[in-house]
């Protein structure tokens, strides 16, 4: 048996609630990643019976695939930055509209270890949510740690809202 450590433990057992929710909703998800490299779809689809409910996961790390994969605008990009409130509600938005499910979240961020600038250091992450016929919501997390803590608060984070909005 693989070892898992609390992180992962706790990472689960948020995906476990989530899938049980879209279950008894009748609902969809869709993942818009940057800095989380796919490991919020991962998380999730670790569950037995996701397909039934997770509708597909865009892992997006450059302009140009933000862009064409979900619809970014490039003045976005060029007056905010990848990692901005304006690009996290654009990919959330660009997710739901393109793919058709019933709950978004985008995720862009700094996970380093370079990377980080003054206005952003290391650590910096926007996170979106967003349900069909509702408003984009966005928050913007700091958190500590090397690339590996980042991302997986990162997860933990965006786990934690996909719960929130769903039950909300």
């Known amino acids: 048996m693989a070892h898992t450590s609390a992180g992962d433990d706790a990472l689960h057992a948020l995906a476990q609630d989530i899938a049980a929710e879209f279950t008894r909703r009748g609902a969809t998800l869709v993942t818009a990643e940057s800095c989380s490299g796919g490991w919020i779809a991962k998380t999730l689809t670790d569950i037995a019976g996701s397909s039934s409910w997770f509708e597909c996961g865009v892992v997006a790390y450059s302009y140009e695939a933000k862009e064409a ?41 700094i996970a380093g270890p370079s990377g980080g600038t ?43 809202g996909i719960r929130k909005i769903l039950t909300s």
Request: proline share 2%.
């Open 69 to 109: 994969l979900l619809g970014v605008r490039p003045e976005t990009l060029e007056e905010h930055g990848a990692v901005s409130r304006e690009t996290a509600i654009e990919m959330v938005s660009g997710a739901l509209a393109r793919y058709g499910a019933t709950v978004a979240v985008a995720v862009t961020g």
């Open 118 to 160: 003054a206005d952003k250091p290391v650590g910096t992450v926007w996170i979106s949510w967003k349900r069909r016929g509702g408003y984009a919501q966005a928050e913007l997390f700091h958190f500590d740690g090397d690339r590996e803590a980042v991302r997986r608060q990162t997860v933990a984070a965006a786990l934690r």
